[in-house]
């Protein structure tokens, strides 16, 4: 991976997808991280890595919120199944606005309240290199009791630094637990897009590992693209449920 340089904030666009009815969490991106909504904080950590950021939604709520903050925004359609298609919606929206271009997008969850700008500069510079499709994050895994939830999602990487599978069960499985074996990693949940990749994905239907273990990056391996993995030290700390708020609000986790 090339280091950062001044021109990467311009070509790259942050998208974070928002929506009120989460089924774990009804109206989270509003619920209060700190002192402020959440999808607002992640959009100002996202803000410093980023020249353009926008928040990606169908809720009239989160707009108002958007506007409160001084927060960019586009409306999106509310039939949309992942954020990634609400991403690629809000993309052709927010250049035929702009009149910008952008070669890559960044999906930037809004329920990572503790994402760090370095985070989503290394996705931005990673993503611009050639060769590389889709990229994403993996830290890794300390803790094998959190390792084992449904709601961790784990990745195995092959040595060309490719995902070669994710999986919400823990992987690698370790036959002999005192041999020599790949580190566990979890899945970071912000992903790079090369532009004209969103495109591609966005047209694919539901896969069968998809489907099986509601894991839509399945879809994208099932049809032949490579997700570059990178590897770092960092977990970060998503918010699926109230609780996961109240322990990030009592932590001291940024």
Partial sequence: MTGLTNDIPQQVLGIIPARMASVRFPGKPL?????????????EQARKALKEVI???????????????????????????????????????FMQNSGQHFKAVVNIQGDEPSIRPDMISMLASEILEPGI???????????????????????VIGTNGNALYFSRSPIPFRRDPGAASQAW???????????????QICSLEPSALEISESLEQLRWLENGFKIRCIEQEYQGFGVDTPADLEAYNRRDIF
């Avoid at 990229?135 to 999602?153: H, K």
């Fill in 185 to 199: 990693l979890s899945h970071i949940g912000i992903y790079a897009f090369k532009t004209e990749v969103l495109t």
């Fill in 133 to 155: 499709s889709i990229a994403t994050l993996a830290g890794r895994e300390t803790n094998p009791d959190g390792f084992n939830g449904p709601n961790r999602v784990k990745v």
């Fill in 31 to 43: 619920a209060l991280a700190r002192g402020l909504p959440m999808v607002i904080r992640v959009y």
């Fill in 55 to 93: 928040i990606a939604t169908s809720d009239d709520e989160i707009i108002e919120a958007a506007k409160t903050f001084g927060a960019s925004w586009v409306k999106t359609g509310a039939s949309h199944t992942s954020g990634t298609s609400r991403c690629l919606e809000a993309l052709g929206t």
